[in-house]
């Protein structure tokens, strides 16, 4: 999980220690309480996370419109992988009303941060000013 997009910070490791030990051993119930503390907290990285364990049911009841309210809120707070998948959500209608201005939105946003899938999503949907993504 860890790359150069996410600054080292106590809360970083927290969640890396918290996939490994518990998400990799298929521990979800445990892993995700890890990550609701710090998501309550307004971690990125963690209310993304959050919104996936909601969206697919893993160590708590599936729920998409808990799932849609995390991942709007990581998308918010920044966090790229959270602004593609709230695009995603808008885009096919999860949790909300297909809206595809705030898609190209979400799609657009996470681009600007060098998000491989979004940058390629934004080409597909012909989303122009993407200038600034440079890939390194």
């Known amino acids: 999980m860890a790359s150069d997009y996410y600054k080292p910070c106590a809360e970083l490791d927290r969640?890396?220690?918290l996939i490994k030990k518990y998400f990799e051993t298929g521990q979800y119930e445990t892993c995700f309480a890890g990550h609701?503390?710090?998501a309550e907290k307004g971690y990125?990285?963690?209310?993304?996370?959050?919104?996936?364990?909601?969206?697919?049911g893993l160590g708590v009841e599936k729920d998409v419109s808990k799932a849609l309210y995390w991942t709007e809120r990581a998308?918010?707070?920044g966090d790229r992988d959270g602004q593609y998948n709230l695009a995603w959500f808008y885009e096919e209608g999860i949790g909300a009303e297909i809206d595809l201005?705030?898609?190209r939105y979400w799609y657009r946003e996470a681009a600007l941060q060098n998000h491989?899938?979004?940058?390629?999503?934004c080409?597909?949907?012909?989303?122009?000013?993407?200038?600034k993504v440079e890939k390194a």
């Open 123 to 131: 080409k597909k949907l012909g989303i122009d000013s993407l200038e």
């Open 101 to 103: 201005e705030k898609a």
């Open 116 to 121: 491989d899938l979004a940058i390629e999503k």
């Open 36 to 38: 609701l503390e710090l």
């Open 75 to 77: 998308a918010k707070h």
């Open 44 to 56: 990125p990285l963690a209310e993304c996370q959050i919104g996936y364990f909601y969206l697919d």
């Open 15 to 17: 969640c890396e220690k």
